[in-house]
């Protein structure tokens, strides 16, 4: 069985902070993960994934993870906060099927605010 | 690519009702999914389709909830008398077909939020 568990589910930062989201996995296979955003009353949109090539993701707007297997862990960086960046964050799992998705299963989130 | 779209956007109805969804995935995307998300939670995976074959279902869909996607193109997503429980959002997301680029990416809709009174 897969789970993904967030650390946080609330974290306040300023602008122009580094921005630390912290995730943590359980799988028995090779997994896929993925960080995605989501704004108020909105779906959720890609930030960045990892599907085994290289450990270190950059994604948009200026976010990066790295997957540690060592660490079981996958958390989400970005070195300067802007005010647009608060939102919630979901990190997911699903097995590599070679090449395919199946269900992502979601951690539960983490809101980011943002101090002027 | 015009992106996942979802109808309604919002939808509100009383205990008992019936309500359905609909959901048109991007265009060649021959894999469709239905995710349900609650106030202050992650989505959780309620079924999953390929063309036009429901291959997986979520013991979280109750015999009041069921989808379809007749000619492997939009989906539909009915519940039955509905309970206040199932007030939530109702996303879907779409991904193409293995040995294409972005395969390994669900594209998620806006979803329907759905307020059951």
């Known amino acids: 069985a897969q789970s993904v568990t967030q650390l946080g589910s609330h974290v306040s930062v300023s602008e122009g902070a580094l921005v630390l989201l912290r995730c943590n996995y359980s799988s028995s296979v090779p997994p896929y993960l993925f960080w995605y955003v989501q704004y108020p009353n909105q779906g959720l949109q890609l930030l960045l994934k990892?599907?085994?090539?290289?450990?270190l993701v950059k994604g948009i707007n200026g976010f990066e993870a790295e997957f540690k297997k060592s660490e079981t862990s996958f958390h989400l960086t970005k070195p300067s906060a802007h005010m647009s960046d608060a939102a919630e964050y979901f990190c997911a799992v699903t097995m590599n099927y070679g090449g395919a998705t199946n269900k992502l299963i979601f951690g539960t989130g983490t809101l980011l605010a943002v101090q002027p | 690519d015009t992106g996942v779209s979802q109808d309604p956007r919002h939808k509100i109805t009383k205990r008992g009702q019936n309500v359905t969804f609909r959901c048109d995935p991007i265009?060649?995307?021959?894999?469709l999914y239905w995710y349900r998300q609650t106030l202050g939670q992650g989505p959780e995976f309620l079924t999953y389709f390929q063309n036009e074959a429901q291959l997986e279902k979520s013991r979280l869909l109750s015999d009041r909830f069921s989808a379809e996607r007749p000619k492997g193109s939009f989906s539909t997503l009915e519940i039955q008398r509905t309970e206040q429980g199932d007030s939530a959002m109702y996303l879907c997301?779409?991904?193409?077909?293995?040995?294409?680029?972005?395969?390994?990416?669900?594209?998620f809709g806006p979803g329907t939020r759905l307020t059951v009174l």
């Open positions: 997301a779409s991904s193409p077909r293995p040995g294409t680029g972005s395969a390994d990416t669900q594209y």
């Open positions: 265009s060649e995307h021959n894999r």
């Open positions: 990892y599907t085994s090539a290289a450990t």
